[in-house]
């Protein structure tokens, strides 16, 4: 991973496929395989349903890559 760039409130980051992939995986197992109860908005700062957002614009972003 390489930082690009950071300011308050945002940051710019370069991944490579295999990170990108491990990130995707991880985000997997945070919303459909752990079970981390009700929590889980308190522990990870962002609802279930937040979190799934961000997964699936994960995984169509790993799915364009490998189209490449």
Not at 32 to 45: K, P, Q, S
């Amino acid at each position: 991973m390489e930082v690009i760039e950071t300011t308050p409130g945002s940051s710019v980051i370069r991944l490579t496929d295999d990170e990108l992939m491990m990130l995707k995986n991880a985000m997997n197992e945070v919303c459909n395989g752990v079970h981390i109860g009700n929590g889980f908005e308190t522990r990870l700062g962002a609802t279930r349903s937040e979190m799934r957002e961000l997964l699936e614009e994960l995984y169509r972003l790993y799915a364009s890559q490998r189209r490449r």
